[in-house]
């Protein structure tokens, strides 16, 4: 129920964290449902604590997603996420997930 990933990148150790995570789930999908048209069908909701990293809220939000604010903590964060047709909530200890709706 959490996952991080690391990499090498010009001999630099990568650590991907919860936010990152979001940021990169957040941008598949975003560029996904632009591509089949249905962004003005769905909500995107995108779940962050006060403790998320800023430059991954104002990433998230320049590709035009909602970003939901909730305590930290996944009972609060995955309450919040189901408020939109998909939602994505990723500490930064990579405890997260991401949440479809039936619509």
Request: hydrophobic share 45%; charged share 5%; glycine share 18%.
């Given at each position: 129920d959490r996952i991080v990933f690391h990499s090498y990148i010009n001999n630099h150790w990568i650590l991907i964290d919860g936010d990152k995570i979001s940021v990169l789930i957040s941008l598949l999908i975003s560029q996904e449902i632009n591509q089949l048209d249905l962004s003005n069908h769905?909500?995107?909701?995108?779940?962050?604590t006060a403790y998320?990293?800023?430059?991954s809220t104002n990433y998230i939000s320049n590709?035009?997603?909602t970003i939901g604010v909730a305590k930290t903590g996944v009972k609060y964060l995955h309450h919040k996420a189901l408020e939109y047709d998909i939602g994505i909530y990723f500490?930064?200890?990579g405890h997260g997930t991401v949440l479809f709706s039936d619509n």
């Open positions: 769905l909500t995107i909701g995108v779940i962050q998320a990293n800023g430059s590709l035009g997603l500490e930064a200890n």
